[in-house]
């Protein structure tokens, strides 16, 4: 073949080969922002680093699955008892100071949560900070006497501290209370929601400070805190872990309309070319999302195909267009096409997946799964 031919066609090959990439990409943006996501996350770090799921987040997610949950409604967060279909466990990206710039002998941690990945069409229901506290000493524990109490105070930051100034000046109190330190998690939940909805609008957003300060006045209590003890002087004292997260419930109203109750329905599987659901399982596997996807692997989605053949009958589910529609196609196949095979009932999952920001977010969605099929 002459060279040039060959260059032709296979040039031809590459373009064809880059549509379809093209029309894979436009078909998964699609999909995407059905899904209510802007583009495709890419949660940083493998499978070993990333956060973990918390367990009220999986328990939601199988409640979501097992029947019973069905016939609830997937626009309501039984759990917290507000409006929503969006549960996102939002990272602490707040840093652990070490410069001990105000406050003597204490601990003190910047919180900060990062709202903007909530989209503007969300609804904010609610938005509850959790804080866990726990100590793992190195040394043997009848070394020092448990629990040790504590006292917490949490701050909103209302404005930026310039270099040299008076952070204090910055702070409003929150919240005080007394915790108890001990190797067992300790934890505290605040509603901060109206907060979190001020925090959502550009620059508006400082963050919390939350400082700790021992109650004993033992000199050797106190060394925990001591200025620049964030690496341990001697092996036995460690700092305390601080763990914060802010579970915020929101609604995307977009994708909620009405109650739909989940189907139990089992497709037949007698082979038949009548309009019909058919089984479908999508596997995330196949479409590349297991990174981003923890829950569930894949699922029953299902399809609707097959004709519409006059006379229409009642088991088609056909509308009275559509059985005028299979009559004018009898009489002039060529003039009319036969009705389209449909769905006609549409049933929601759940998803469980990691965003961009490394967030764990439960998401319901309406209308993924195929029940009903009819000629529309
Ligand atoms: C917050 O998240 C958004 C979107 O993921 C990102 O563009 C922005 O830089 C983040 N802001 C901060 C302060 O981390
Ligand atoms: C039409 O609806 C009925 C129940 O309303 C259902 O049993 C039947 O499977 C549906 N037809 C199709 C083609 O799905």
Redesign the pocket.
């Known amino acids: 073949m002459c060279p040039l031919l060959l260059f032709a066609l296979c040039l031809l090959v590459v373009r064809a080969v880059s549509h379809v990439g093209e029309e894979k990409k436009n078909q998964e943006r699609l999909f995407l922002s059905s899904l209510g996501l802007s583009e495709r996350p890419r949660p940083s770090g493998n499978q070993q680093t990333r956060r973990h799921v918390p367990s009220a987040l999986w328990r939601m997610f199988r409640r979501s699955q097992n029947s019973q949950a069905q016939v609830s409604d997937p626009c309501t967060v039984s759990e917290y008892g507000v409006r929503g279909n969006i549960i996102r466990y939002v990272q602490d990206?707040g840093e652990l100071v070490s410069g001990w710039s105000s406050c003597q002998a204490c601990l003190e941690k910047q919180l900060f949560f990062?709202m903007?990945?909530l989209q503007p069409v969300e609804l904010l229901s609610l938005a509850q900070l959790e804080i866990k506290f726990y100590w793992q000493p190195l040394i043997s524990a009848e070394l020092l006497r448990w629990p040790r109490a504590l006292s917490m105070y949490l701050y909103k930051v209302i404005r930026p501290t310039l270099k040299g100034a008076n952070p204090q000046a910055n702070r409003r109190l929150v919240v005080s209370q007394s915790v108890w330190l001990q190797p067992e998690p300790t934890s505290i939940t605040l509603d901060l929601t109206s907060l979190a909805e001020k925090w959502r609008r550009p620059g508006h957003n400082y963050g919390l400070v939350l400082e700790l300060l021992p109650l004993g006045a033992h000199p050797e209590e106190l060394l925990l805190f001591h200025p620049g003890n964030s690496l341990p002087v001697e092996p036995a004292f460690t700092l305390p872990v601080i763990q914060a997260s802010l579970v915020a419930v929101s609604l995307n109203p977009h994708q909620c309309r009405s109650r739909q109750k989940r189907s139990t329905v089992h497709l037949p599987v007698t082979p038949s070319n009548v309009c019909k659901a058919r089984t479908l399982y999508i596997d995330f596997k196949d479409v590349g999302w297991q990174d981003w996807i923890i829950a569930p692997q894949g699922y029953m989605a299902n399809y609707c195909h097959g004709e519409c053949p006059f006379p229409l009958s009642e088991s088609l589910n056909g509308t009275n267009h559509a059985i005028l529609q299979t009559l004018v196609h009898s009489l002039d196949p060529h003039s009319t096409p036969q009705p389209c095979c449909v769905p006609v009932r549409l049933s929601p999952i759940s998803m469980l997946y990691y965003d961009?920001?490394d967030n764990v977010v439960l998401r319901h969605y309406q209308d993924m799964v195929v029940d009903e099929c009819g000629c529309r």
């Open positions: 990206q990062n903007s990945v961009n920001n």
